[in-house]
């Protein structure tokens, strides 16, 4: 894995086919346009500049839900460009009728540029529309210190009711370049001459940064020159010995070259400088338990990134590997599953855990009458599907008994207690579940949904996802849950917050969307 230092490598090669799209789209009709900017952005999909565009095309066809989700995510990409934030700003206000929203993302602006006049005679219109009037007055007024003339500042204060600032006149205007004095300047003493085979000054070029190195060094990595590059980035180590990036991508490089011990020490100082960072902390987890052979080092690893990240494929799957090298079945299978309950559709883990279950029966045959778990389990959704929960739930009573340390039974069957109206049975099997298993969000969150819904125990609800939050801050489901709980109780302010937090993560969400517009 490299580092996010190749993505922004990836906009430099795509600006050049972007333009090429641009200088032909004035020749075609919008249909086409949006096509040619959709093909694009299938192989570019973090160029910010395509998403503005593309949504300003959206918006003139009317599919405004479109427009907003890459309007936003064009800002997100490139959150300093004062264009995207313009436009995201605008449409906020005028499309969606979002004051507040379009005031924050101008005050934001401003703070950056604070001599706009375009942005504090947007903030002094908003705020007249929503009746702000002494801050529009002081927004116009200050577009008028900075812009005498502005007519749309002048008008607007007009109409406010403010005091106009006298224009300035001519001949108080400076001229920017200061004149030469009437006489030259006498100098005090001469200066000595330049002796004739004094050499001329050499200017050298500034140093470069870690990032000019670093983009280098990824340059010739992706052309296939990986000695050139392992040196590129050892010389930019050498400058910059503290530089996060670099100690991960030359471990990545001497891991490729077959230099073990070199990829280990740069991974584990990449590590060491940014332990809170995803990729750093895999990359060491996988070279200890592929390269290195220290399978219980790489364990602990990967257990600390599921801790904080319980929905992480990657993960999940290194731990059923390791779990069935180490001679844990249970361990993997309950991997794997975590695996099928985030991807449904994973055909790779539903074959793993038909081949456990197949080694599992190789090593200890079951009797010809008895059922395996996998097969009850296998039986039990059948007849889920079919609706006969009855005996659906007797089949899951049956594995939770004699499976009881499978978190996975427990929380299914109280989903079934809780559908045929057994409130406490429910929790007792979502306990359990927790209990088993509490690294795993979905199982918290049936265990906090029932805790809300049904027994009155808001705040048990609330430090439960307060917790998911904590660990999994982009995680749209556990945003939402906190949101519905805060109107439920009413805080009001603090549902829009966790709303508006996850339409920022997923801005085409309907039903986030719905109930922010219902506060």
Request: charged share 25%; proline share 6%; glycine share 4%.
């Amino acid at each position: 894995m490299y580092s996010d230092s190749q993505s922004n490598l990836i906009i430099i090669e795509g600006r050049a086919t972007y333009e090429r799209i641009v200088s032909s789209l004035r020749e075609v009709e919008p249909d086409e346009a949006l096509s040619q900017i959709q093909n694009f952005l299938k192989i570019y999909p973090e160029f910010a500049q395509a998403h503005n565009d593309l949504a300003v095309l959206y918006y003139q066809a009317g599919n405004g839900l479109k427009a907003l989700a890459h309007y936003e995510k064009a800002h997100k990409l490139d959150p300093r460009n004062i264009t995207f934030r313009k436009n995201l700003a605008d449409f906020y206000f005028v499309e969606l009728e979002w004051a507040d929203d379009a005031i924050h993302t101008y005050l934001d602006i401003l703070k950056d540029n604070p001599f706009d006049v375009e942005t504090l005679n947007a903030l002094g219109t908003i705020s007249t529309r929503i009746g702000r009037r002494e801050q529009a007055r002081q927004y116009f007024s200050r577009t008028l210190q900075l812009d005498a003339v502005n007519s749309q500042a002048r008008q607007a204060l007009q109409n406010l009711g403010g005091a106009l600032p006298e224009p300035p006149q001519p001949a108080r205007i400076s001229s920017p370049v200061p004149q030469a004095p009437a006489a030259p300047p006498v100098a005090v003493m001469p200066q000595p001459p330049v002796a004739p085979t004094q050499k001329a000054p050499v200017f050298q070029e500034p140093p470069k940064s870690p990032e000019q190195l670093h983009r280098q060094a990824l340059e010739l990595a992706n052309s296939g020159k990986n000695s050139e590059a392992r040196r590129a980035l050892q010389d930019l180590l050498a400058r910059y010995p503290e530089y996060t990036a670099g100690h991960n991508d030359l471990g990545v490089l001497c891991q490729q070259d077959g230099d073990i011990a070199q990829a280990r020490s740069h991974h584990e100082e990449a590590f060491r400088l940014q332990p809170g960072n995803l990729n750093f902390r895999k990359n060491l987890a996988d070279l200890l338990y592929i390269a290195c052979g220290e399978t219980e080092e790489a364990l602990k690893l990967y257990l600390q990134i599921l801790g904080g990240n319980p929905r992480d494929i990657e993960t999940l799957k290194a731990l059923s590997n390791i779990s069935l090298e180490v001679d844990r079945p249970d361990d993997a299978r309950s991997f794997l599953e975590s695996i099928l309950k985030i991807e449904p559709w994973n055909r790779e883990a539903r074959e793993s855990l038909a081949a456990i279950a197949d080694a599992v029966k190789k090593v200890q045959p079951a009797p010809a009458a008895v059922r395996s778990a996998d097969e009850i389990y296998a039986e039990a959704q059948r007849l889920v599907q079919q609706d006969r929960l009855s005996e659906a739930h007797s089949l899951l009573e049956e594995l939770a008994h004699n499976y009881s340390s499978n978190a996975l039974f427990h929380n299914d069957l109280g989903v079934l207690r809780y559908r045929i109206g057994d409130i406490e049975g429910a929790r007792r099997a979502y306990e359990r579940a927790v209990e088993l298993q509490p690294a795993n969000s979905n199982f918290r969150k049936n265990l906090a949904d029932l805790y809300f819904a049904e027994l009155g125990m808001t705040d048990e609800a609330i430090q439960i996802y307060l917790d998911l939050h904590r660990k999994q801050p982009r995680d749209v489901e556990t945003l939402a849950g906190l949101g519905m709980i805060c109107t439920a109780v009413g805080h009001p302010e603090e549902a829009k917050s966790f709303y508006r937090r996850a339409l920022e993560i997923e801005p085409w969400n309907a039903d986030v969307r719905k109930a922010l517009q219902g506060l």
